[in-house]
């Protein structure tokens, strides 16, 4: 099967910095687009970067030039380096990868992490 793992989340005081990973695992063919989705209490979910397997990237309006998406092929891994964070970045940040596995290398599908809570608070 495949799995997604996150880590790097935090409390943090507005300014400051945080960096997300995510590595995929499993019995993965191939990797796509992977990237990170936000859900704030109360709000709907938001994607907030992607980076494809070669490198483009893209970013929601909010966090341009703070935010830097990137991956490593190599690992199956990907980062979101977030830079002078606000209050309103506070959300559970999901990252996903649009993959195919070893099962179904025909068919590519989304898979996801667990989650992890980013708190942008002074």
């Known amino acids: 099967q495949v799995q997604l793992v996150e880590s790097g989340g935090g409390l943090v005081q507005p300014g400051e910095s945080l960096r997300l990973s995510c590595a995929a695992s499993?019995?993965?063919?191939?990797?796509?687009?992977m990237g990170w989705y936000r859900q704030a209490p109360g709000k709907q979910p938001e994607l907030v970067a992607t980076?494809?397997?070669?490198?483009?990237?893209a970013y929601a309006d909010s966090v341009k030039v703070r935010f830097t998406v990137s991956r490593d092929n190599a690992k199956n891994t990907v980062y979101l380096q977030m830079n002078s964070l606000k209050p309103e970045d506070t959300a559970v940040y999901y990252c996903?990868?649009?993959?195919?596995?070893?099962?179904?290398?025909?068919?590519?599908?989304?898979?996801w992490g667990q989650g992890t809570q980013v708190t942008v608070s002074s």
């Open positions: 499993g019995i993965i063919f191939s990797i796509n687009t």
């Open positions: 996903y990868a649009d993959l195919r596995s070893w099962n179904d290398p025909s068919r590519g599908r989304n898979y």
């Open positions: 980076v494809t397997s070669g490198g483009s990237t």
